[in-house]
């Protein structure tokens, strides 16, 4: 999908570091923290930019936060069900011990519960701890 429609789509004035920053994410099959960010876009070196940038596209269901390894604030690409404030997906997230980096698990599938209470879950979280694809071999 092409980075033009992305921003039209969900109403995103473009800019070059919006730009930079969303062509980060759709090159990679894997994902970001702020200081991976920081250190592979050009168009800006300030932290506060960035994170704002990351809120945005956040709220307009452009990427998704993920687990990390060292509890930082890490982000992947959504799918293109994802519009603002609705975050459809329900995937697992592969956190890879080796390279830190985390993944996700698009193909697996969720288990479903069922409880002897009566409460209401709205959603939850996988995490699988391990190696990613890269580390094993
Ligand atoms: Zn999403
Ligand atoms: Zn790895
Ligand atoms: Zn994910």
Redesign the pocket.
Known sequence: MEINNLFNKRNIKKTKVRTELLELFTVSDSSFSVPDILKKINATKDKVTVYRALELFENKGLI?K?PDSDNKLRY?LCSLECVSTVHT?S?A?LVCTECSDTF?MDDIKLPEFSFSTNIFVDHYELILNGKCENCVS
């Open positions: 998704h993920v992947a997906h995937h997230h996700c």
